[in-house]
């Protein structure tokens, strides 16, 4: 029965892996475009530019070494592994711990690499939009731990999955403070409105965009798609948070409403993000620090939040 | 306007031209008819007069007048490459139109070969630690024209910015004394296809007084109702990119929405949404019904109405405001030394609209207000952009509740004058947009010059963002709005 159960979770999740992405990416497009009154691409475009990239012929640079390919194909594997054992959709299988710090430090790795990739290929864009990549990660990365290591603080475990499961807790203040930090942490980090727009055309304003300007084809699918995993795992990882501030929704639930929950909370925030983005101005370069500082300020508090609780 | 041609001679060429300058005038343009002369163009708005000098040149070098003229600097790179006339004393000579792959057999307007050098293009070098350089174009992200443009930035603040165009150099202006002068208008409006009301308007002004036509009030007054539209529509459409570039979606799109409502008014009065075609010698060639005309002012009443709450929306966004403030700064006195036209003139307070000045279909009788920002910035110019499409509205509405009545089209005689030249200027929604002609003994186009307002302006952008970050050049080049095809020609 419990091996039935498993296999069930397991299935349940390589489903999402592959499936979740392409539809949350298709539907912050379609929130966007319908906030614009166009009808929008269907929501499983994205699955569907996948397999057309899949098919296409890859034009590489001349210059660009092994380490370009090489980059895409690692960071996809990264987000696969992270997207297999953190706790981003619920129900899950087991599948062992996942220390917060290995989980914001692989991320940190996934953008070394994309870096790296960006700068090999010789385009003056590349590594233009890698040092903004840069500035902005280590910018942004107190804010990134702080959230989560104030639910560890409490849970008195860095493993996400004991932080997430085990945890039952009345500080749903603190979910909702942490889950808002990680969720400004992760616009920074995924690189989109207000700091940067994944919607423009102008390579010369670009952060992301510009430093994948020179992948194609399969190669530019592994990409795409690592990036749509990416931003999924991050969008997942906030919707827990705010599920979890719902009294008794996650403790105690059958696994069908689990699902349920977990697939519209990440839902709900996807679609708040395409709002906030047809709503919102791109930042002047200048003012990102500022932005940044909102998503650091709100995880001090969470931090200090945590704290308090944990001395009570 | 008619004009005459005066004799100049080189040694006073500078002199005068650096008075009249001081006095008040504008360089409209130089050029040179087959390479055997030079024509300064000078326009006098308080005085309402252009004048045309003609100095013979027997020797290819003539000297430079652009270190005393800033704003000559451009006229004598494109002189240089067309007529191989070469200014000695240019402070940054190079070429404008023709490239490398150019087969060099001598300059392609001038009617003797001439020995042009074929030397490589050399941009400006900036030097010095953590200086970067970005190569952006000729092919850009957006599908737009070729231009090529060179940062050097250090960081990401622009250090210098050149820009080199002439990707798209078709042959224009040589084509328009080609092709029979009834037919010219086509070729003159495809100058710059983002305005072919203007291009027409400035060609068949021109084409007018060569055969010392008055047209009758009721042509006029529907070629300036063709005129405001372009206006509108084009300067909806370069706010709602001013939006775009900084991630406004819901702005940009709403101004593309507008833009559709203006294009139907285009419609209504020439039955085609980008008006090509529709102006002609001797008035309009399509006769709009009263039917239409009605449902015209509907459909601008519609456009007023819809118009406001979004550029209140936009104005009331701080962030929005707070991109495009201080950004890509023009100073009166540098605007005034680069002469530029336009919108960028007006945003730094410079008040010249040609409207206001020069005779072109009903202006300069029809009364209207120029709107004019001191601050020279980004948000200036989109503050500029938005009162003249209130204003153009206004007039718009004004002309045609009161319309002319009498013929859309008069005949008028199909031989040009001999040896004489005429010039139509025009307020494109870019500025002045200058077409000269200039007929020879037989009485066939000699020489057909156009200065689009882009030639005056693209320094003005490579000025205006230095010093700017990087990522600000976007919404900069947008607030310019200039055109490629309307430089290479």
Partial sequence: MVNIQNALLWGYLLVSIVIVPGIITGLIRKVKARLQNRIGAPVWQPLLDLIKLFRKEETLSETASWLFRFSSALNLSIAVYLAITSPWISPRPDTGACDLFLFLYLFAAMRLFTMLGAMDTGSPFGPFAASREATLSFMVEPAAILSLASLALVARSSDLTVVFSNYTSQHWALWVLSGSAFLLASLVELSRMPIDDPTTHLELTMVHEAMILEASGKNLALVEFANALKLSILFGISAQCFLHAIPGLMVNASPTIHGIAGLTGLSLVAGSVGIFESLSVKLNWRAAPEFIAYSLAVALIATLAALGADFV | MKLEVLPLKLEERTTVVKEALDAGDRLGLITSIDGGQLLTLLLSPQMHTVTCFQTPIEDPVYHSITSLVPQAHWFERTTMDMFGLLPQGHPRLKRTHLHEPYAFEGAPLCNDVRDVDAHAYQFFDVEGEGIYEIPVGPIHAGIIEPGHFRFSCYGEIILNLEIRLGYIHRGVEKRLTEVPCHQARF????????????????????????????????????????????????????????????????????????????????????????????????????????????????????????????????????????????????????????????????????????????????????????????????????KVRIREIKSSLQLLMKLLQEPHAGPDWVPLPEELPRNSSAVGIVESHRGELIHLIITDHQGKIQRYCIKDPSVNNWTALAIAVRNNLVADFPLCNKSFSLSYSGHDL
Avoid at chain 2, 191 to 201: G, K, T
Avoid at chain 2, 217 to 230: K, P, V, W
Wanted: charge should be negative; include cysteine.
């Fill in chain 2, 187 to 382: 070729v003159a409006e495809a100058a710059a296809s983002d305005m072919p009301v203007a291009n027409a308007l400035a060609h068949v002004t021109a084409m007018e007084s060569l055969l010392d036509f008055v047209l009758p009030g009721s042509c006029q007054f529907l070629r300036t109702a063709a005129l405001e539209i372009e206006r509108i529509a084009m300067h909806l459409s370069d706010l709602g990119g001013l939006a775009g570039d900084i991630g406004f979606l819901a702005i940009s799109s709403s101004m593309a929405r507008l833009r559709g409502l203006a294009l139907r008014m285009g419609e209504l009065l020439t039955g085609n949404r980008l008006m090509r075609g529709y102006i002609c010698i001797g008035g309009v060639s399509m006769h709009s019904s009263s039917e239409s005309r009605r449902e015209l002012i509907k459909v601008a009443e519609q456009l007023k109405q819809q118009l406001e709450p979004v550029i209140d929306l936009y104005l009331a966004n701080q962030v929005a405001i707070d991109r495009m403030e201080g950004i890509g700064k023009i100073s009166c006195s540098l605007a005034r030394e680069f002469g530029l036209v336009g919108v960028a003139a007006r945003s730094s307070g410079i008040s010249y609209d040609c409207r206001r000045y020069w005779s072109h279909a009903l202006f300069p009788g029809e009364d209207f207000e120029i709107s004019v920002e001191q601050t020279g910035d980004v948000f200036a110019r989109a």
